[in-house]
């Protein structure tokens, strides 16, 4: 039995957002492959590269270093490809699709209610801010569903404000 069958289950249920930020899915041999980040085939990966996708997904290892691709060309000709994260504190380190589906499953997680007040939320605020810790940018352990009041009353203070967090040097 291939590796594929067994462990694509068992990442759908442990880490869902791996699914929802990835485009993962099983081919005729019950392998698993995942689409490339630079040139969007599909291609077999190693269930080791797999779980540091996961790992950097939950930031607990380099965002841009653990991206998956089907080749050294597409790995090496990638813009965000080993870039250090004192580099990326006023850059995404993700695509606008990746950030509005971690957006979508954190509203969704929260039941689309806001966690200070209890109205609709339309916000997502994270709790590390994304400048000073870029990796843990999509991390939804560390982000929750707002109104647009709250958000801006309770989730941003002075301190955290765009404004003084682009001039922060790590």
């Avoid at 400048?131 to 999509?138: D, H, I």
Wanted: charged residues 35%.
């Amino acid at each position: 039995m291939h590796w594929g069958i067994i462990y694509i289950n068992y990442y759908k249920n442990k880490y869902p957002l791996l699914f929802e930020v990835e485009d993962i899915k099983e081919n005729k041999n019950k392998d698993i492959e995942i689409r490339c980040k630079k040139c969007n085939k599909f291609f077999i990966v190693d269930r080791k590269d797999l779980h540091e996708r996961v790992r950097a997904i939950r930031g607990e290892a380099g965002f841009a270093e653990n991206n998956l691709y089907c080749s050294e060309i597409c790995k090496n000709s990638c813009s965000i490809y080993r870039k250090r994260t004192d580099s990326l504190v006023n850059d995404k380190i993700y695509t606008q699709l990746e950030h509005q589906t971690f957006r979508q499953h954190v509203l969704k997680r929260d039941n689309y209610k806001c966690q200070y007040c209890g109205e609709k939320a339309e916000h997502v605020h994270h709790e590390k801010p994304q400048k000073l810790e870029p990796f843990f940018a999509l991390d939804p352990d560390f982000a929750w569903s707002c109104c647009k009041k709250c958000h801006y009353e309770k989730g941003h203070k002075d301190e955290c404000s765009t404004g003084k967090l682009a001039s922060v040097i790590c």
